[in-house]
């Protein structure tokens, strides 16, 4: 076989490495000029981004763009005010009252692991929410422009109008939203659990710093086994695996 007849994967030719390459700088760069993200974080970003944006469809290019922009911004909001927790950048700690134990459904202290607050899975409905309705327009509007660029075809629109299923997008939109909800209670459910909280008396707040000489530390709930990231992680795949996997029954 001739090595000049062999075609490289779609979206890796040189002209298709362009565009996403300016759109994983603009990543990267935007992601260290706030703070958004390490020079670790940095580098797997871009990864995930060259894997990403190389392919289509450009769904997936899309909802990346659009979670790592609007979590980075909600991050940043109050600021000032979330950092005086641990762990704290999720907009649930701004809550007016205090959370309630999702394991016991007893208040406990702002920052609480495993903490659950109206506002909190009222965002993370939301979030869910724009992530799916970004979906669904970024699939609608490719499938437009594959349907209707070829102008010499009169039956573009038709063309166009036989792909459109208003049950896909409707059932997008819905798993999108119930991932973010129900991912906020698993990850909830885990923090609760298997994540140690503890409570300074001095501080008046859940530390997990090593206790002061005049300072009181009380064991608020979880077991010392996993931390933060690792929560994250683990809610994250088991969400996304049991999301795709019902949308598939539910499609197919």
Same mark, same amino acid.
Do not use: C
């Given at each position: 076989?001739?090595?000049?007849?062999?075609?490289?994967?779609?979206?890796?030719?040189?002209?298709?490495?362009?565009?996403?390459?300016?759109?994983?700088?603009?990543?990267?760069?935007?992601?260290?000029?706030?703070?958004?993200?390490?020079?670790?974080?940095?580098?797997?970003?871009?990864?995930?981004?060259?894997?990403?944006?190389?392919?289509?469809?450009?769904?997936?290019?899309?909802?990346?763009?659009?979670?790592?922009?609007?979590?980075?911004?909600?991050?940043?909001?109050?600021?000032?005010?979330?950092?005086?927790?641990?762990?704290?950048?999720?907009?649930?700690?701004?809550?007016?009252?205090?959370?309630?134990? +999702?394991?016991? !459904?007893?208040?406990?202290?702002?920052?609480?692991?495993?903490? %659950? &607050?109206? /506002?909190?899975?009222?965002? $993370?409905?939301?979030?869910?929410?724009?992530?799916?309705?970004?979906?669904?327009?970024?699939?609608?509007?490719?499938?437009?422009?594959?349907?209707?660029?070829?102008?010499?075809?009169?039956?573009?629109?038709?063309?166009?109008?036989?792909?459109?299923?208003?049950?896909?997008?409707?059932?997008?939109?819905?798993?999108?939203?119930?991932?973010?909800?129900?991912?906020?209670?698993?990850?909830?459910?885990?923090?609760?659990?298997?994540?140690?909280?503890?409570?300074?008396?001095?501080?008046?707040?859940?530390?997990?710093?090593?206790?002061?000489?005049?300072?009181?530390?009380?064991? +608020?709930?979880? !077991?010392?086994?996993?931390?933060?990231?690792?929560?994250?992680? %683990? &809610?994250? /795949?088991?969400?996304?695996? $049991?999301?795709?996997?019902?949308?598939?029954?539910?499609?197919?």
């Amino acid at each position: 076989m001739s090595l000049s007849k062999i075609s490289p994967p779609a979206g890796m030719t040189a002209s298709g490495v362009l565009y996403p390459a300016a759109l994983i700088a603009f990543m990267v760069r935007h992601g260290l000029s706030k703070k958004s993200l390490s020079q670790s974080g940095a580098l797997a970003a871009a990864i995930v981004g060259l894997g990403t944006f190389t392919n289509s469809p450009y769904v997936f290019s899309t909802v990346l763009l659009t979670f790592y922009l609007s979590s980075s911004r909600l991050t940043k909001f109050k600021a000032q005010i979330k950092k005086n927790f641990e762990w704290a950048s999720e907009l649930g700690i701004l809550n007016k009252s205090w959370p309630t134990l +999702i394991t016991t !459904l007893k208040k406990v202290p702002p920052g609480t692991n495993g903490g %659950v &607050s109206p /506002l909190g899975l009222g965002a $993370s409905f939301a979030g869910g929410l724009l992530i799916g309705v970004t979906a669904a327009i970024s699939v609608l509007v490719q499938l437009a422009v594959e349907s209707l660029l070829p102008w010499q075809n009169d039956r573009g629109f038709d063309t166009l109008l036989s792909k459109l299923d208003p049950k896909f997008f409707f059932a997008l939109i819905v798993a999108s939203s119930g991932a973010g909800f129900f991912g906020s209670l698993l990850d909830s459910l885990l923090g609760a659990t298997v994540q140690k909280s503890n409570y300074s008396t001095k501080k008046k707040m859940i530390t997990y710093k090593t206790p002061e000489k005049d300072d009181e530390i009380k064991a +608020i709930s979880g !077991l010392d086994i996993l931390d933060n990231h690792q929560v994250n992680f %683990v &809610s994250s /795949l088991l969400i996304s695996l $049991s999301t795709g996997y019902l949308s598939l029954k539910a499609l197919w």
